[in-house]
């Protein structure tokens, strides 16, 4: 699955010297047009142009056929991959659908909304802070699939897109992680893998 692309690929980079870390929001180049369906991948520091996003998944040539991607998967443009900030801060605005972001299109099942949004923000900020979980696991404000948000969660999830945007500031993201409890990844969360079932699945 895409996490396992891009977690792969970040850790060859690291060992390379190149500094890299997992990203995860929403591609518009897998899904029915319109839909942003939740995807991760590799951003990596390119000296001369700063901060890229690689899809590793569409390394393959067969892959990149098959979606009929036309542009360069080593070189993601932003516009095509949203990372979960940007989105998040995108529906709070009005400026998007939150029913066009999620796993699934609506019509497919209940992946998808404001909700999923929010889980992909707290992983995104995990991984800004080296702590890539699963894509299933889920903690905090939602966890669980509550399709409605309160306006406190929101309000927190405000404050978290804001570090966890295209343009991150790490210290201010590590601060975040570190203070806050609901946003912070907890040792034990809840695993929402669809082979297994909803469980508790101890972390450390």
Known sequence: MCRDFALLYCSFLRHAGIPARLRSGFADYFGPDGFHGDHVVTEYWDPA??????????????????????FDPMDVPRDRFIVAGKAWRAIRAGDADPRTFGLHPPQEGPMFGEW?????????????????????????????????????????????????????????????????EELRTPRTVLSLAPFNGPSEVALR
Do not use: Y
């Not at 802070?129 to 894509?135: A, I, P, R």
């Not at 927190?156 to 975040?176: E, I, N, T, Y």
């Open 49 to 70: 142009r700063g901060w890229l996003l690689a899809d590793p998944q569409l390394a393959d040539p067969v892959v990149c056929e098959r979606w009929k991607v036309d």
């Open 116 to 180: 999923f949004v929010a889980h992909d923000v707290r992983i995104d900020l995990a991984a800004l802070n080296k702590v890539e979980t699963l894509l299933w696991d889920t903690w905090g404000a939602g966890a669980g699939g509550e399709t409605e948000m309160s306006d406190s969660a929101r309000e927190l999830h405000d404050r978290a897109s804001a570090v966890a945007g295209d343009d991150v500031p790490f210290d201010a993201a590590r601060k975040l992680f570190a203070e806050s």
